[in-house]
């Protein structure tokens, strides 16, 4: 498994990225994902997957001539919808064997230090996270739930989950190398 380094961008960077990409290429990303999903909240969802995944993962693909970044963002646009879609058709298949749904209130993140071995560095670490980020990360890594469970646990939905935790992790990974750094 090869992996790059993040890229350093700026807010404003970032921001004018994306800002410009949505200008070129708004309407047309959004009605490619309505196509498929029929939900403005969640073509939303998409879309700022999509271009989270371009910014964060894929950023030499900003590099690509006109044509084929259009081609590229199409794809990347229509696949995010198409995931999207599949999970929530997978979501909606009940589980006849679960018998109980995770809840927030049946979880101890306080006992994960002793059970799962989070240190304290590491708590200080989870410290510099929101609680709900703190949360989906305890859940996801410390106990091994599913983005599923994870979403009925924190009442948000699953691609939300999966972009807070994906975001977590890369603020994590920015601490990290600036305390390396110092």
Known sequence: VQTCALP?????????????I????????????????????????????????????HIDKLNLPKGEF?????????????????QKKKADVQDPFAINELTMDQIDTGSFHDEYGFGPELQELLG????VDKDIILLRFGCGY?????ARAVGKSEVAVRKRLERATLKLRAILIDREVE
Do not use: P
């Open 146 to 150: 599913s983005h599923a469970e994870i």
């Open 128 to 131: 510099e996270l929101n609680n």
């Open 22 to 57: 949505e200008r070129q290429y708004g309407r047309l990303m959004r009605k490619l994902a309505y196509e498929i999903l029929h939900d403005e909240y969640e073509v939303e969802d998409v879309i700022q997957t999509a271009l989270w995944e371009i910014i964060y993962k």
């Open 8 to 20: 350093i961008l700026s807010d404003d960077v970032r921001d004018a990225i994306i800002e410009q």
């Open 70 to 86: 259009r081609n590229y963002l199409c794809t990347a646009v229509k696949n995010t919808a198409i995931n999207l879609y599949n």
